[in-house]
Structures are given as structure tokens and as C-alpha cells.
């Protein structure tokens, strides 16, 4: 199964600059997934120019967990139409975290007019299901995305390809996050789209690095 038609990845390359990858989904309802950073926005703008679509298509804007360089584009994207969702703890955990939001973007953390919020289960966008998995561990309220007719799990930064989210920062519990990487473990993924650095495709490759990472960095009985 290749890279689902509908499913644009704009992977984040700049070695200068911190933000994500992103990524979006051309279906019934236009899905973008971590729009990144506010000021890094016109960056993902030019290169979904570039396929044909404008922010203004995103009709849901989405953050897998609280961090700037994930989810301070919402607002703007917000401004632009779209509705602006993330896990109820993410938005919670906001408030706490102003410290660390002011070091990295150098403002004051916003107030995100969240829509609605997203929880463990199932999120239905018209004819599409996403899967919806709470695994905080690297921030409070971190969710990740599982598409499981197209075998596509977002990872936000629990996993990445051959690493693991850290958990240096406030709400950081290295913990929940072998239980959460644990519960992605089950799932049967083919292609894997992390917050950061490349994705991964083909079952096994995947399956493999989840038992890599797992083992390298929480020991084989993790
Ligand atoms: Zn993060």
C-alpha cells in the first residue's frame, strides 16, 4: 500500500530553524495536521501552493501535543476559517507552561479558541475515521492520529524514525511514554509520520523500529 493520494507530508528540513513536519489530508473535510510555527507558516503555505491548496482549504487544523513548534500556526489558521482542535489536557497544560512558550517563541502564550477537543477513541470527519491515541510522556495531552483504512499513524513526537520523544521538558514523564509507545506497538502501521525527521514506510521497517527504540532506550524488559 503506498502513500495514500489524499496525504500531503511537509516534512520541516531547515537545520537553522525548530518546527515540524506537517501534514495534510485532502479529504471530505481538509485536514492539517501540526501546522508548526506561527512565523514559519508562510513556509508550509509555499509548498501546499505548490500542490494546489491554500491554508485557507484547511477546513480542521489539529495538534498532537502543546508545543509551539506544533501548534502556535492554529491560530492563524483559525483566523483563516478552519476549526482548531486539540486533546482537553493540551490546552490545560498551556497555561502552566508559559515559562518555556515564552523562551521558544519569545511571546506570551495565546489563548487558542479551541472548537472542540479531541479524546481517546474515534474522530469522524465525514466519510474518513481517524483513530485517536492518548500517549502523553513527551507533553501533557500529546495525542496521536491513526488512519487505520490507509495504515497511516501520526506520531507527533512520541516516535520518531529511530527515536523517541524527550522528556526533559515540564510534564515530561519517561514513563508514560513507554506505556504510550507500547500502545502505538499494537498497531499496524505502514506508514509512519513523525513530528520530526523522516517517515517511514513499509510494515516492517515500522515494526522494527518500535522494537528498536523500545529496546535501546527503555531496555528489552520496557
Ligand atoms: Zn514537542
Request: charged residues 20%; aromatic residues 12%; proline residues 7%.
Amino acid at each position: 500500500m503506498p502513500k495514500p493520494e489524499r496525504l500531503y507530508i511537509y516534512p520541516w528540513e531547515s537545520y537553522t530553524e525548530n518546527n515540524c513536519n506537517s501534514y495534510f489530508i485532502d479529504g471530505p473535510v481538509k485536514t492539517l495536521i501540526d501546522p508548526g510555527h506561527a512565523h514559519l507558516l508562510h513556509h508550509l503555505e509555499a509548498r501546499m501552493a505548490q500542490d494546489g491548496f491554500s491554508l485557507e482549504d484547511v477546513h480542521l487544523a489539529l495538534a498532537t501535543h502543546p508545543h509551539p513548534d506544533h501548534c502556535e500556526g492554529l491560530l492563524k489558521l483559525k483566523e483563516l476559517g478552519a476549526l482548531i482542535a486539540m486533546h482537553e489536557e493540551a490546552l490545560a497544560f498551556l497555561k502552566s507552561f508559559s515559562a518555556q512558550w515564552e523562551y521558544m517563541t519569545g511571546r506570551k502564550v495565546p489563548d487558542f479558541p479551541v472548537d472542540f477537543f479531541v479524546k481517546e477513541g474515534r474522530l469522524t470527519l465525514d466519510s474518513e475515521v481517524f483513530g485517536v491515541l492518548e500517549t502523553p510522556g513527551h507533553a501533557p495531552g500529546s495525542i496521536c492520529f491513526y488512519w487505520e483504512k490507509e495504515g497511516v499513524l501520526f506520531s507527533g513526537d512520541v516516535v520518531f524514525v529511530q527515536s523517541v520523544g524527550r522528556v526533559d521538558l515540564p510534564g515530561g514523564n519517561a514513563a508514560l511514554l513507554a506505556r504510550s509507545i507500547a500502545k502505538l506497538m499494537s498497531l499496524d502501521v505502514q506508514l509512519l509520520c513523525p513530528g520530526h525527521g523522516p517517515t517511514l514506510e513499509g510494515r516492517g521497517d515500522v515494526k522494527e523500529n518500535f522494537y528498536l527504540i523500545r529496546q535501546y532506550f527503555f531496555g528489552p524488559q520496557a
